[in-house]
């Protein structure tokens, strides 16, 4: 039975108006893995992940998830193909429980229609100990650090079975022993088989993660 990876991205062209910012690249992600994309500012790696994550549409090339055809033609799509993507801004809403972050646009509801809460906390607060994490799913996102906050991103993707997370400078903002959280997490993501693409200028990062 023939084995491919778990993203293959090949001759992806990109341009905007006349200027060229991709050119017949090719990109290689396995399951398990975490693969380092580095670059200078203007290198183009922002843009080939916002291509696989549906905000940007590809000029040409070809996109296959688990040796098969993916057309993303939107951020829905893409997640459809189990794929998300972590920005250096975070996107959670400040004012609204861990539960209702990570299960937001896609709440649980009760045999009557309404979102049930009790249901939500449950699940996100036994995804919350699957990684350690000492949040309650009740506490407000604006009572959590920058490094919390990540891993509350981090668990939404997980919930709904993302098997490819682009991290886009991660480690940013966080003090030495928040990115020791962080790479704990990475570490448990590698073994459940999630492809992570880590995007970083940091070097000396790229040998603790990969």
Do not use: W
């Amino acid at each position: 039975m023939d084995l491919y990876p778990l993203l293959q991205m090949t001759n992806i062209n990109k341009s905007f108006a006349t200027v060229r910012v991709l050119q017949d690249v090719c990109f290689n992600l396995l399951a398990g893995e975490v693969h380092a994309l580095v670059g200078e500012n203007g290198a183009g790696k922002s843009t080939l992940m916002k291509i696989l994550g549906g905000i940007y549409s590809r000029d040409s090339g070809d996109i296959l998830i688990d040796g098969k055809e993916a057309n993303i033609t939107d951020v829905p799509t893409a997640r459809g193909y189990g794929i998300s993507i972590i920005h250096q801004e975070l996107m959670l809403a400040p004012n609204l429980s861990v539960a209702e972050n990570v299960f937001l646009g896609r709440e649980i509801r009760t045999n009557l229609g309404l979102v049930d809460i009790a249901e939500m906390g449950k699940k996100a607060q036994r995804m919350l100990d699957g990684f350690d994490l000492p949040i309650r799913a009740t506490d407000k996102i604006n009572q959590l650090n920058i490094a919390q906050r990540q891993m509350i991103e981090i668990v939404r993707s997980t919930c709904f079975g993302a098997k490819i997370i682009v991290m886009d400078e991660p480690t940013s903002s966080l003090s030495e022993k928040e990115v020791n959280v962080l790479f704990d997490a990475i570490f448990r993501l590698k073994k459940s088989g999630v492809g992570i693409i880590y995007i970083s200028h940091r070097m000396s990062e790229l040998d603790v993660v990969a």
